[in-house]
Antibody, heavy 121, light 107 residues
Framework: QLQLQESGSGLVKPSQTLSLTCAVSGGSIRSGSYSWSWIRQPPGKGLEWIGYIYDSGSTSYNPSLKSRVTISMDRSRNHFSLNLRSVTAADTAIYYC?????????????WGQGTLVTVSS | DIQMTQSPSSLSASVGDRVTITCRASQTISSFLNWYQQKPGKAPDLLIYAASNLQSGVPSRFSGSGSGTAFTLTISSLQPEDFATYYCQQGYSKPFTFGGGTKLEIK
């Protein structure tokens, strides 16, 4: 069964870079037909899609974050990563990684447990 | 961006009740509409995909309908484990967007 697990720094200072990794187990990240996404949720609020990456390296980002986001993939380690630059308190959130469904694209079927990132000095 | 609007934002109901949650898109999204359930401290779980298809393992008391811009999630007979927050999400065009959520509470 596919499992995703986020890891990274839980506390980031303002203006610095938030870096997270999503480790994939129970399946290969090298499947060209799936998109691998990052989604975030500020405490007590709703969900925001950040962006995705395909095995080909193709990426797409939410325009609201595009100037600060990079999503990359390490096929040898079976994981993908999120970098968010120049963070502010508004970037404090639970960050989830997710993979879409094999049936309908951009349906988030598999999720990591989430990791809380706090932006504070 | 396509705006997703859910109503109500919160709902109080009793075990055994039938409840309906509505989601409206700011433009047509065909049937590219998904529903998720989220419990406190957990990641969302996929309930319904493509507007009306029940995800494997999800109880049949959950159902979805709609197309275009108007969609509904119905729970036919509420069970204690159904009290949670529900989100709709459009997968029609990027950026993919979610509704604001409906918190279903015990009356």
């Amino acid at each position: 069964q596919l499992q995703l697990q986020e890891s990274g720094s839980g506390l980031v200072k303002p203006s610095q870079t938030l870096s997270l990794t999503c480790a994939v187990s129970g399946g290969s990240i090298r499947s060209g037909s799936y998109s691998w996404s990052w989604i975030r949720q500020p405490p007590g609020k709703g969900l925001e899609w950040i962006g995705y990456i395909y095995d080909s390296g193709s990426t797409s980002y939410n325009p609201s974050l595009k100037s600060r986001v990079t999503i990359s993939m390490d096929r040898s380690r079976n994981h993908f990563s999120l970098n968010l630059r120049s963070v502010t308190a508004a970037d404090t959130a639970i960050y989830y990684c997710a993979r879409d469904s094999s049936v309908v694209r951009y349906t988030f079927q598999h999720w990591g447990q989430g990791t809380l990132v706090t932006v504070s000095s | 961006d396509i705006q997703m609007t859910q109503s109500p934002s919160s709902l109080s109901a009793s075990v055994g009740d039938r409840v309906t949650i509505t989601c409206r898109a700011s433009q047509t999204i065909s049937s590219f509409l998904n529903w998720y359930q989220q419990k406190p401290g957990k990641a969302p779980d996929l309930l319904i995909y493509a507007a009306s298809n029940l995800q494997s393992g999800v109880p049949s008391r959950f159902s979805g309908s709609g197309s275009g811009t108007a969609f509904t999630l119905t729970i036919s007979s509420l069970q204690p484990e159904d009290f949670a927050t529900y989100y709709c999400q459009q997968g029609y065009s990027k950026p993919f967007t979610f509704g604001g959520g409906t918190k279903l509470e015990i009356k």
